[in-house]
T-cell receptor, first 111, second 119 residues
Framework: AQRVTQPEKLLSVFKGAPVELKCNYS??????LFWYVQYSRQRLQLLLRHISRESIKGFTADLNKGETSFHLKKPFAQEEDSAMYYC?????????????FGTGTRLTVIP | EAGVTQFPSHSVIEKGQTVTLRCDPI?????LYWYRRVMGKEIKFLLHFVKESKQDESGMPNNRFLAERTGGTYSTLKVQPAELEDSGVYFCASSQAPGQAYSGANVLTFGAGSRLTVL
């Protein structure tokens, strides 16, 4: 069965420090992985997806199939990065339009 | 363009009552999705409409939940009768073309969510 695990419910880092939000997944096949973010009083929005191989707002995430991980990283955290972050997965087995989300990690960047 | 609109933003009802949530997708988006986040748990897929047809309703928890999308525009999600465990935030999302997987740039745009509290 498919599963997305975000082991940290809460993560606090100081401004300027590196940040890594962990995401591990379980899926039989080739999944597509995403990171979604929800800032305070804003809507859930796509941050990045692994197939794009892009950096958004300084964040990057590399799909590691060997470790079944898709950790989100940023070298220098900013206060505006404080938000709720969700890792999500979809794939042919889940149904092309069915996203499986993790439980989320609340990131707090301390000034 | 207007985003995905959900109403109400918050609803408080008693166990056994009925609640209807509404979602207005982005104009022209054929695909409409309902998701739910129960407190402390992950956001879970409920169902997916393509226009007025239910493409996938595998995530609907039980027959107390009824989703409709008459005319292929807005959608409603009715919970009748509501139970305590139905409390949570119900998200709606839409996309122009079939969802994220294997479809290139088409991504889901989410609404702000409707928070349901069942007492």
């Amino acid at each position: 069965a498919q599963r997305v695990t975000q082991p940290e419910k809460l993560l606090s880092v100081f401004k300027g420090a590196p940040v890594e939000l962990k995401c591990n997944y379980s899926y039989s096949g080739s999944p597509e992985l995403f990171w979604y973010v929800q800032y305070s009083r804003q809507r859930l929005q796509l941050l990045l997806r692994h197939i794009s191989r892009e950096s958004i707002k300084g964040f990057t995430a590399d799909l590691n199939k060997g470790e079944t991980s898709f950790h989100l990283k940023k070298p220098f955290a900013q206060e505006e990065d404080s938000a709720m972050y969700y890792c999500a997965l979809s794939g042919r087995r889940t149904g092309a339009n069915n996203l499986f989300f993790g439980t989320g990690t609340r990131l707090t960047v301390i000034p | 363009e207007a985003g995905v609109t959900q109403f109400p933003s918050h609803s408080v009802i008693e166990k056994g009552q009925t609640v209807t949530l509404r979602c207005d997708p982005i104009s022209g988006h054929d695909n409409l999705y309902w998701y739910r986040r129960v407190m402390g748990k992950e956001i879970k897929f409920l169902l997916h409409f393509v226009k007025e047809s239910k493409q996938d309703e595998s995530g609907m928890p039980n027959n107390r939940f009824l989703a409709e999308r008459t005319g292929g525009t807005y959608s409603t999600l009715k919970v009748q009768p509501a139970e305590l465990e139905d409390s949570g935030v119900y998200f709606c999302a839409s996309s122009q073309a079939p969802g994220q997987a294997y479809s290139g740039a088409n991504v889901l745009t989410f609404g702000a969510g409707s928070r349901l509290t069942v007492l």
